[in-house]
């Protein structure tokens, strides 16, 4: 079975400060896909980064970046330069190729930003 | 130009009560999901549809039922409510392909009394 750990229900950063949200997964397979995804007070679903798991590189997106460590199956978000709007639910989540190919995901990180 | 479209955004109903969730995505994905979001933020899946036919279906009661009159519509209709359904419940779609991200719809708050 996939799981998919975060272990910080909660965090808090300073505006213009970085803040890492940590995730970790559990999985056989060797071929896999990770996301983040950012749930506003909105309610809306909104994809913040992806990450292939067979790429070394970590990806990147403006501010947003990610620890990817596959042998430790790790897969943190890093935040920087930290603004008001990205105050959210952040989570985790995990894909396979495999049947229905739905989204795993973890439990959540509520992200507060002070001003 | 809405993606992924939900109807309603909130629904209050009696216990006992019979409902259902619109769902509808215009972007050519082959596959849609169901989630219900708890209390506690947490996701699960419930159902997925492609290609009309019923993928996975986890452990969820058989009060719930996906309904998929074509690829781009996956309405959910609920009978017999109750308390425990209360919770917000996302569509989603995607292409039958796990490099992709899935969208989903802005949520259906469900509150049964």
């Known amino acids: 079975a996939q799981t998919v750990t975060q272990s910080q229900p909660e965090m808090s950063v300073q505006e213009a400060e970085t803040v890492t949200l940590s995730c970790t997964y559990d999985?056989?397979?060797?071929?896999?896909?990770l996301f983040w995804y950012k749930q506003p007070p909105s309610r809306q679903m909104i994809l913040v980064i992806r990450?292939?798991?067979?790429?070394?590189q970590n990806a990147t997106e403006n501010r947003f970046s990610v620890n990817f460590q596959k042998a430790a199956k790790s897969f943190s978000l890093k935040i920087s330069d930290s603004q008001l709007g990205d105050a959210a639910m952040y989570f985790c989540a995990y894909r396979i190729h495999e049947g229905a190919n739905n989204l795993f995901f973890g439990t959540g990180t509520r992200l507060t930003v002070i001003p | 130009d809405t993606a992924v479209s939900q109807t309603p955004k909130y629904l209050v109903t009696q216990m006992g009560n019979d409902k259902s969730i619109k769902c509808e995505q215009n972007?050519?994905?082959?596959?849609m999901y169901w989630y219900k979001q708890d209390s506690k933020k947490f996701l699960k899946i419930m159902f997925s549809y492609n290609n009309k036919e019923l993928i996975i279906n986890e452990t969820v009661p058989n009060r719930f039922s996906p309904k998929s009159p074509d690829k781009a519509h996956l309405n959910l209709h609920i009978n017999s409510l109750e308390l425990g359904d209360s919770a917000v419940y996302f569509c989603?779609?995607?292409?039958?392909?796990?490099?992709?991200?899935?969208?989903f719809g802005q949520g259906t708050r469900l509150t049964v009394v």
């Open positions: 990450q292939e798991a067979y790429k070394q």
């Open positions: 989603a779609s995607s292409l039958l392909t796990a490099n992709t991200e899935a969208f």
């Open positions: 972007l050519g994905h082959d596959t």
């Open positions: 999985t056989s397979e060797s071929d896999y896909y």
